[in-house]
């Protein structure tokens, strides 16, 4: 039954939709796939499923299993965040799940305006769709376009704010602390990253936040081209929390195989066999939190 599957889902049954003071999306590769949409636009504008069964009372892609869950767009459901103005906000990831963080979309309206983590949580964005000023507890602010971010310490004041609609990725733990390691707040961009070696795979790999022991968790970009897959089937301590940023493939999370596209959102306890393959014709881009620099006691 998996062979005759993966044959289907290979062969093209399953479709999918097809500054110093601040950052801009940089020119990438992944915009010559379609010149007329912006980059990450499938994530927030389309809800298609394979097979085009979207439109199918009651069916949806989304599983929720002990060890991993897939939340697809049409799952996601928005209400308003605690303390924000003018914002709607769909968490696809939280602690009632098996996680010890939370991942959430918000969708922040004109005139709107972010609420602050709770005590001792820290905090880390980013742009989707739009653009975002961010603001320190100094006032110094920073713009943030498509694929900039930033990462904001435990109990640090900020602001985050838009004239006109936009939508960021936010991602908040609770830190664990080592002693004399502090993190810093930071804002960037993607495209700023060096890529970073990838000993054994072929994927191309971007880390956004200090690898440093002062930062609890990083976020990764990792790039595929059509037909790359990981070499290494993972199992390890570390959570993830993933949201496909472009393209599609298929992913193995313990016995299970899923059809994946841009928007699709992927939590993975510890331990759980994972593994991914990029399939389509376009290049697969996806955004992974993994939990980093502490001790699993």
């Known amino acids: ?20 003071q601040g950052f801009c999306s940089a020119p990438s590769s992944l915009n010559t796939v379609s010149e007329s949409k912006p980059l990450y636009s499938k994530v927030y504008d389309s809800i298609q499923s394979p097979l085009d069964l979207q439109n199918l009372p009651g069916f949806t892609r989304s599983v929720y299993k002990r060890d991993h869950a897939l939340i697809s767009p049409e799952s996601h459901v928005y209400g308003p965040l605690p303390d924000w103005i003018n914002t709607l906000g769909a968490y696809v990831i939280s602690p009632e799940i098996g996680s010890h963080f ?19 949580v820290e905090r880390f964005i980013f742009v989707l769709h739009g653009a975002v000023a961010v603001t320190g507890a100094h006032g110094v602010s920073h713009v943030l376009k498509v694929d900039s971010y930033a990462y904001f310490p435990p109990n640090f004041e900020h602001s985050i704010e838009s ?13 664990a602390q080592l002693p004399n390691h502090i993190p810093e707040p930071l804002v960037n961009s993607t495209d700023k990253q060096p890529l ?23 976020i990764h970009i990792m790039d595929f081209q059509p037909g790359e897959f990981l070499n290494v089937k993972e199992v390890h ?3 993830h929390g993933l949201l496909l940023l472009e393209g599609e493939g298929i992913y193995r999370l313990g016995d299970s195989w899923y059809p994946v596209q841009a928007g699709d959102v992927i939590w993975m306890a510890p331990f759980v066999p994972q593994w991914y393959a990029a399939l389509g014709k376009t290049p697969t881009r996806y955004l992974l939190y993994k939990d980093v620099n502490r001790s699993p006691l």
């Open 1 to 20: 039954m998996l062979t005759i599957f993966l044959l289907i889902l290979i062969s093209g049954v399953f479709t999918y939709s097809s500054a110093e």
């Open 163 to 175: 004239d006109a609609p936009a939508i960021i990725v936010v991602f908040e733990r609770r830190y």
């Open 196 to 218: 970073l070696e990838t000993p054994g795979e072929v994927f191309e790999l971007r880390k956004l936040l200090p690898s440093s022991l002062a930062y609890d968790f990083n």
């Open 237 to 239: 301590y570390n959570q």
């Open 102 to 120: 939370v991942m959430y979309l918000a969708k922040l309206k004109e005139n709107s305006r972010s609420g602050l983590p709770l005590r001792d």
